[in-house]
């Protein structure tokens, strides 16, 4: 049984940073990514982390300001984010066990937590 748990997100000034980690539990080794989505918005990919070359990509919009990364012997997944902005102000999803694909589009994961809010002021 895989789960996926978020924490690390809320509120937090325009130019502030905010780190947000993914406890992973009963999941094989697995490309895993970040997703956002905000009120009345699509669900969108934010960053991934492929496995096994652990090789990024981001999204244009958060290139340069967020960086995703994972620890493997805590199978744990964060996103740094830096230089906030209003503009990022979501929920924000953990995703594991890609699918071949596009890996921003959110139906090519299987695995999602329950999400963590962040508010961007």
């Known amino acids: 049984h895989v789960q996926l748990v978020e924490s690390g997100g809320g509120s937090v000034q325009a130019g502030g940073s905010l780190r947000l980690s993914c406890a992973a539990s009963?999941?094989?080794?697995?490309?895993m990514g970040w997703f956002r989505q905000a009120p009345g918005k699509e669900r969108e990919g934010v960053a991934v982390v492929f496995y096994p070359d652990a090789s990024t990509n981001y999204a244009d919009s958060v290139k340069g300001r967020f960086t995703i990364s994972k620890d493997n012997a805590k199978n744990t997944l964060y996103l740094q984010m830096n230089s906030l902005k209003p503009e990022d102000t979501a929920i924000y999803y953990c995703?594991?066990?890609?699918?071949?694909?596009?890996?921003?589009?959110?139906?090519?994961?299987?695995?999602w937590g329950q999400g963590t809010q962040v508010t961007v002021s």
């Open positions: 009963g999941l094989p080794a697995s490309t």
């Open positions: 995703a594991a066990r890609f699918r071949c694909g596009t890996w921003y589009d959110a139906k090519k994961f299987y695995d």
